[in-house]
């Protein structure tokens, strides 16, 4: 493993992925995410009460983003280049930057970097950023609605929604 | 949706909390089943959060439950804190102690415990005390909310 883990230190640093296509957040699939969760909340399940806090759409528990950032960070892992070993890859930390919660509706693309890696013995910390962003300003238009949007200031069409810190553990005995 | 013996306290009103206050206790059973509607909802199917046979081959004691839905139960004491889905900023976390889900119909508890460590005009910074079994399972949990509540 530690020639593979030699190999991976040289291979990672600034490797970046993106999602084929946007990731287009539905009602559905956050309603799916907050029961599975348990979670109560009524913003996360009526657009009325949505509405009412000033989103166009169902808002998305705080860390939803991961379905979306998932998915780029499977990319990177399934990277044939790489050849990474999936049983020994854990998940160290995770954290979430949020401009505003995901609402249903938005049309967002995500891009995933790999930022540091730094060696410890057989083992890899690489740290990843993904950011994801809303597609184009179509789908800032389509945000109109009765309610002043709330942190509408916020939302430059250049600055990600979300962005998302992942430490992979790659190399070590899964757990 | 059974969601067994979940214990969401109603808390007081997000402008009343105070610096160095302690938030009361939110305590949330994970089963089995929950790990199995966690994998369908989110993705994630490592086969170490529904096969014992697997979890055992990567060392484990037995099937985990996922860093992830740790982590979004610690999001949910943070929302039942707050009274705000739409507060939190940040929320970061480092998976420390995998939680063992043991293949029985009463799971195991997850406790979310939470101090206000500062307050800013805008924004207020929670750390969080994760813990199963009487173990931490999570490590530097800390969200930061906004203070001006979406309301009505």
Known sequence: ?175 | MSRHNDRVAAEPALAALTEDQELPDQIFTVTRADLVRYAGASGDFNPIHYSDRIARAAGLAGVVAHGMYTMALAARAVNAWVTDPAAVVELGVRFTKPIVVPDNETGVDVVVGGVVKSITDDTMQLALNVVSNGQKVLGQARAIVRRNESTE
Do not use: N, W
């Open chain 1, 1 to 175: 493993m530690a020639a593979d883990v030699k190999a991976l230190a040289e291979l990672l640093p600034g490797r970046s992925y993106r999602l084929p296509q946007p990731y287009e957040v539905s009602a559905e699939k956050i309603r799916e995410f907050a029961a599975a969760i348990g979670e109560t909340e009524p913003a996360f399940y009526s657009a009325q009460a949505a509405a009412r806090r000033g989103f166009r759409g169902v808002i998305a528990p705080p860390t939803f983003p991961i379905v979306i950032t998932f998915k780029v960070l499977q990319q990177l892992l399934a990277d044939p280049e790489l050849a990474v070993d999936l049983r020994r890859v854990m998940h160290g930390d995770q954290r979430f930057v949020a401009v505003r919660p995901l609402c249903a509706g938005d049309v967002l693309e995500c891009t995933t970097s790999v930022e540091t890696v730094r060696r410890l013995g057989d083992s890899l910390m690489v740290g990843t950023r993904s950011e994801l962003r809303e597609i184009g300003a179509a789908a800032l238009e389509a945000q109109t609605l009765d309610v002043e949007p709330r942190d509408a200031g916020a939302l430059d069409a250049g600055s990600p929604v979300v962005t998302a810190h992942a430490t992979l553990l790659i190399g070590i005995q899964t757990i």
